[in-house]
């Protein structure tokens, strides 16, 4: 059995038994550390492999939790409430998919973040269906343990299809893409599908999270699930590992977040403006993250952890 299989499995078998030890803290801790995981990890999907800055990733997961929290509160099965979280945020890739992809660089990346703003601004004057500024709030309840182990799921489920895709047609189809579209579709790369599947999955995850994060916290507002820290923060994860790189959206989401936290409780005004630093050092002095600075490239190669296309 190779080194990687081993390092993984061992993790993957702590992270199983953990909240056994029945420490509240830490397994909070780990949640909201899965969540921005999957956010960096699923952005990353069409960022680093191929090519588009989607700065308005954070509304399909705004859009799972509040597709979640309306119809689980008008009766739907909690199940069924789930799915349809996840399925919004699809529809939503599959509606925006055409017209975004007519932009590229910067025009694509502004064009996203608007989106952000938008839906803030639709979920405030939505009051009927999203309770606006007050916030929408679902039936209580203790979610700790079940949370933890949906989160973990859907983490590795999407480092799972990104290490698939690496090694699939697919993947292949969104390199080239990321290199250069042109010469990708005059050599027949189906281009606009590529790029809305790559999208679309992305989307998918993000809404499921959504879904699940209303289910655990049992409210929600705009703020909080379209705000610009929380757009921001999975970006500069992504940015600060390494994006392209399956390990490095998981590296910089852990190094991140521990410095956020650590942030929080000493300088609390200043923990937002260090996602926007982040963004602007890495970009400036950093361009291609952490994983690939040659120690720690090395390091990673060494147990078989660095994989890209």
């Not at 999957?38 to 588009?52: P, T």
């Not at 803030?120 to 009927?128: A, I, K, R, V």
């Not at 999955?201 to 049992?218: P, Q, R, V």
């Given at each position: 059995?190779?080194?990687?299989?081993?390092?993984l499995?061992?993790?993957l078998?702590l992270?199983?038994?953990?909240?056994?030890f029945?420490?509240?803290?830490?397994?909070?801790?780990?949640?909201i550390?899965?969540?921005?995981i999957?956010?960096?990890?699923?952005?990353?999907?069409?960022m680093?492999?191929?090519?588009?800055?989607?700065?308005?990733h954070i509304?399909?997961?705004?859009?799972?939790?509040?597709?979640f929290?309306i119809l689980?509160?008008k009766?739907?099965?909690?199940?069924i409430?789930?799915?349809?979280?996840?399925?919004?945020?699809?529809?939503?890739?599959l509606l925006i998919s055409?017209?975004?992809f007519?932009l590229?660089g910067?025009?694509f990346?502004l064009?996203?973040f608007?989106l952000v703003?938008?839906?803030?601004h639709l979920?405030l004057n939505l009051p009927s269906?999203?309770q606006?500024?007050?916030?929408l709030?679902?039936?209580?309840g203790n979610?700790?343990i079940p949370?933890?182990?949906?989160?973990l799921?859907?983490?590795?489920a999407?480092?799972?299809v990104?290490?698939?895709i690496?090694r699939?047609?697919l993947?292949l189809?969104?390199a080239s893409v990321?290199?250069?579209e042109?010469?990708a579709?005059d050599?027949?790369?189906?281009v606009?599908?590529?790029?809305t599947?790559?999208?679309v999955?992305?989307?998918?995850f993000?809404?499921?999270?959504?879904?699940?994060?209303?289910?655990y916290?049992?409210?929600i507002?705009?703020?909080?699930?379209f705000?610009i820290?929380?757009?921001?923060m999975?970006?500069?994860m992504a940015?600060?590992?390494g994006s392209?790189?399956?390990?490095?959206?998981?590296i910089?989401?852990?190094?991140l977040f521990?410095?956020e936290?650590?942030?929080?409780?000493?300088m609390?005004?200043?923990?937002?403006?260090a996602y926007g630093?982040?963004?602007?050092?890495?970009?400036?002095?950093?361009?291609g993250?952490l994983?690939r600075?040659?120690?720690?490239?090395?390091?990673?190669?060494?147990?078989?952890?660095?994989?890209?296309?």
């Amino acid at each position: 059995m190779s080194t990687n299989r081993i390092i993984l499995g061992l993790v993957l078998l702590l992270l199983l038994i953990f909240p056994a030890f029945n420490m509240p803290y830490p397994n909070t801790f780990l949640i909201i550390l899965f969540l921005y995981i999957l956010l960096a990890q699923s952005i990353d999907l069409l960022m680093g492999y191929a090519g588009y800055i989607n700065m308005g990733h954070i509304c399909f997961f705004g859009i799972g939790a509040y597709t979640f929290g309306i119809l689980w509160n008008k009766g739907l099965h909690l199940y069924i409430s789930f799915v349809a979280g996840g399925v919004a945020a699809v529809l939503f890739a599959l509606l925006i998919s055409f017209p975004f992809f007519r932009l590229r660089g910067h025009y694509f990346a502004l064009a996203t973040f608007a989106l952000v703003k938008l839906m803030e601004h639709l979920t405030l004057n939505l009051p009927s269906l999203t309770q606006g500024s007050d916030g929408l709030m679902v039936l209580q309840g203790n979610r700790m343990i079940p949370m933890y182990y949906l989160s973990l799921f859907l983490v590795v489920a999407v480092i799972g299809v990104t290490y698939y895709i690496t090694r699939s047609r697919l993947g292949l189809a969104m390199a080239s893409v990321r290199e250069q579209e042109q010469i990708a579709s005059d050599f027949g790369v189906p281009v606009q599908r590529t790029k809305t599947t790559a999208m679309v999955i992305a989307a998918a995850f993000a809404g499921l999270m959504g879904s699940f994060y209303t289910w655990y916290t049992i409210f929600i507002n705009p703020e909080m699930v379209f705000g610009i820290e929380i757009a921001l923060m999975p970006l500069a994860m992504a940015m600060l590992g390494g994006s392209g790189v399956i390990i490095g959206p998981v590296i910089g989401a852990i190094f991140l977040f521990i410095v956020e936290e650590t942030l929080w409780t000493r300088m609390a005004y200043l923990h937002t403006a260090a996602y926007g630093l982040v963004i602007l050092l890495v970009g400036l002095f950093m361009p291609g993250g952490l994983v690939r600075l040659r120690p720690f490239r090395r390091a990673l190669m060494r147990v078989g952890l660095y994989q890209e296309i």
